[in-house]
């Protein structure tokens, strides 16, 4: 049974960084492609970044240059660094495979705002 644990979420100011992180569990994790995606309030769930098993990364243009994904296969775990935050940063932040093939987390909640 496969588990996705996201952490690290919170409330920051525009203009300031955060790091998440995501545990996967029940899973050879470094064998598939893994990203973050988002859900903001009243939006569809997308994806943002996405880390390939050979490291290769990709970004939405909206947070390019702002977000790196990163891995640590010994760890089972990807991470999302997020600078620079906006208010449009705020959502409900998610890992899986690309494809979302599975089961959903919890999420870990962003809010940006003064």
């Known amino acids: 049974q496969v588990q996705l644990v996201e952490s690290g979420g919170g409330l920051v100011q525009p203009g300031g960084s955060l790091r998440l992180s995501c545990a996967a569990s029940?899973?050879?994790?470094?064998?598939?492609?893994m990203g973050w995606y988002r859900q903001a309030p009243g939006k569809q769930r997308e994806l943002v970044a996405t880390?390939?098993?050979?490291?290769?990364?990709n970004y939405v243009d909206s947070v390019k240059e702002r977000f790196t994904i990163s891995r640590d296969n010994a760890k089972n775990t990807v991470y999302l660094q997020m600078n620079n935050l906006k208010p449009e940063d705020t959502a409900v932040y998610y890992c899986?495979?690309?494809?979302?093939?599975?089961?959903w987390g919890q999420g870990t909640l962003v809010t940006v705002s003064s």
């Open positions: 899986n495979r690309p494809a979302a093939n599975f089961p």
């Open positions: 029940g899973t050879t994790f470094s064998i598939y492609d």
């Open positions: 880390v390939t098993s050979a490291l290769r990364t």
